[in-house]
T-cell receptor, first 114, second 112 residues
């Protein structure tokens, strides 16, 4: 089945710096890709859902890049601020069975220092 | 915005007892899921549920696990009997189908 590897497990940056989190996946049939943010004791908050047809997706303060050839998905937080401190998870889903069954990465704990 | 509510937030029980975790999904959502997250480890899919039936379950969904949503009420995960390795945070999620699942805040289950 699908396997998702996420790196790094921990990331510490200064306020204003960028932070990059990367996931690689194994299933070439993967079609939907998600990034979630989880603050301590809270639920997973969807940051972005991307489709396999779009390589670059921009959100508020971050960019998601998808490289299907290399099976790599990355989240780039530009100009991080302390409010971005949280755990971040990537998740992958097949088109064929896209009914919410997601395969998650192990997560990255991001700390943004003032 | 819409929310998935999970009750209780924390449950402590003795090994061998039965436990039911409750989830109140978003009202117009059609698909429901349970995920398990052991502390410090990744979120893992347990089961998804649609139109009153289990659609797919993982190898983590042991015979002691069951799910149901009687008459559109809570979507529940029942574990009977519980084992020590069932200790984890259980997340419920719901979706319309093609949309991203919306997750609840989780129920921390401690089996002693």
């Amino acid at each position: 089945g699908e396997q998702v590897e996420q790196r790094p497990p921990h990331l510490s940056v200064r306020e204003g710096d960028s932070a990059v989190i990367t996931c690689t996946y194994t299933d070439p049939n993967s079609y939907y890709f998600f990034w979630y943010k989880q603050e301590p004791g809270a639920s997973l908050q969807l940051l972005m859902k991307v489709f396999s047809s779009t390589e670059i997706n921009e959100g508020q303060g971050f960019t998601v890049l998808l490289n299907k050839k290399d099976k790599r998905l990355s989240l780039n937080l530009t100009a991080a601020h302390p409010g971005d401190s949280a755990a971040y998870f990537c998740a992958v889903s097949e088109l064929r069975t896209n009914t919410g069954k997601l395969t998650f990465g192990d997560g990255t704990v991001l700390t943004v220092k003032p | 915005g819409p929310k998935v509510l999970q009750i209780p937030s924390h449950q402590i029980i003795d090994m061998g007892q039965m436990v039911t975790l409750n989830c109140d999904p978003v009202s117009n959502h059609l698909y429901f899921y349970w995920y398990k997250q052991i502390l410090g480890q990744q979120m893992e899919f347990l089961v998804n549920f649609y139109n009153g039936k289990v659609m797919e379950k993982s190898k983590l969904f042991k015979d002691q696990f069951s799910v149901e949503r009687p008459d559109g009420s809570y979507f529940t995960l029942k574990i009977q009997p519980t084992a020590l390795e069932d200790s984890a945070v259980y997340f419920c999620a719901s979706s319309l189908g093609q949309g991203a699942p919306l997750f609840g805040e989780g129920t921390r289950l401690s089996v002693l």
